[in-house]
């Protein structure tokens, strides 16, 4: 096995990032935000820790994509009711 390295942002999946945003912008309207916000960051986390081994890189690339790409709108939702909510 190779030395880990960083995943940049020239590894991002755009076109993940993109379905991901779809995903969350609908999975807003099923689950409460913070909930989504912790399987976003979960996924991310995993997409991240796959990423590490060689064989891996590209499933590790595309989860830590789709991760960011949920986590965007579930971030903006669980800020807009945790301002509402004061």
Do not use: K
Not at 16 to 34: H, Y
Not at 61 to 72: H, K, N, Y
């Amino acid at each position: 096995m190779s030395a880990a390295s960083s995943l940049e942002v020239e590894d991002l999946r755009w076109v993940w990032v993109l379905a991901g945003f779809v995903l969350g912008c609908a999975a807003v309207l099923v689950l409460t935000p913070i909930y989504l916000v912790l399987a976003a960051a979960g996924l991310g986390l995993a997409g991240l820790a796959v990423f590490h081994f060689a064989g891996h890189r590209v499933a590790g690339a595309r989860l830590a994509s789709l991760g960011l790409g949920v986590l965007i709108p579930a971030c903006a939702v669980a800020a807009v009711q945790g301002i509402n909510s004061l």
